[in-house]
T-cell receptor, first 113, second 114 residues
Framework: GAVVSQHPSRVICKSGTSVKIECRSL??????MFWYRQFPKQSLMLMAT?????????EQGVEKDKFLINHASLTLSTLTVTSAHPEDSSFYIC?????????FGPGTRLTVL | AQSVTQLDSQVPVFEEAPVELRCNYS??????LFWYVQYPNQGLQLLLK??????LVKGINGFEAEFNKSQTSFHLRKPSVHISDTAEYFC????????????FGSGTRLSIRP
């Protein structure tokens, strides 16, 4: 199947700093990418849908100024957590759609001290 | 709108025993159905999917699932589990439209006992 990569896999940062997470579709072009957040022992929560060349669509309750999403090309989407705080600590997973199937990245563990 | 219910949050099973993870869904439109597996600190891996055709779907790692439209179920089964099957399993649905989003169930933690 298609491969989606994420970088970094793990990041630890101080409160107040911004963190950028990259999501790449390695062997296919993805017009639509998704960003999820997962708390321990819980399911994935969709944060936003990212379409190449247009603004992301955020789910209700997700702060768009806090979680900046850029989908600059058909193979790259980035999520920037701005002015991160400890409550932003979580596992962030991206996904890219290829026709009828979505492929998921390995996830990024963010820890904000 | 769609929703997915995984009634069992945890399923403990002895090694080499059979297992069934239950999934029920509700939707006002036809949907695609998926099962994903998540190993600790990893992303999701597709186990199998139902798009159309035969209602019995075979996936990777010896798993299979059966789509039952009348009962709106898509239960996951494996005849003999291994320690390596210990993971979190998510059932998911998505509408046919290209704009549809995947809706996940709450997950079932499968723990295999030796």
């Amino acid at each position: 199947g298609a491969v989606v990569s994420q970088h970094p896999s793990r990041v630890i940062c101080k409160s107040g700093t911004s963190v950028k997470i990259e999501c790449r579709s390695l062997d296919f072009q993805a017009t639509t990418m998704f960003w999820y957040r997962q708390f321990p022992k819980q399911s994935l929560m969709l944060m936003a849908t990212s379409n190449e060349g247009s603004k992301a669509t955020y789910e209700q309750g997700v702060e768009k100024d806090k979680f900046l999403i850029n989908h600059a090309s058909l193979t790259l989407s980035t999520l920037t957590v701005t002015s991160a705080h400890p409550e932003d600590s979580s596992f962030y997973i991206c996904s890219a759609r290829d026709q009828n199937e979505q492929f998921f990245g390995p996830g990024t563990r963010l820890t904000v001290l | 709108a769609q929703s997915v219910t995984q009634l069992d949050s945890q399923v403990p099973v002895f090694e080499e025993a059979p297992v069934e993870l239950r999934c029920n869904y509700s939707s006002s439109v036809s949907v695609y159905l998926f099962w994903y597996v998540q190993y600790p600190n990893q992303g999701l891996q597709l186990l199998l999917k139902y798009l159309s055709g035969s209602t019995l779907v075979k996936g990777i790692n010896g798993f299979e699932a059966e789509f039952n439209k009348s009962q709106t179920s898509f239960h996951l089964r494996k005849p003999s589990v291994h320690i390596s099957d210990t993971a979190e399993y998510f059932c998911a649905v998505r509408g046919y439209s290209s704009a549809s989003k995947i809706i996940f169930g709450s997950g079932t933690r499968l723990s295999i006992r030796p």
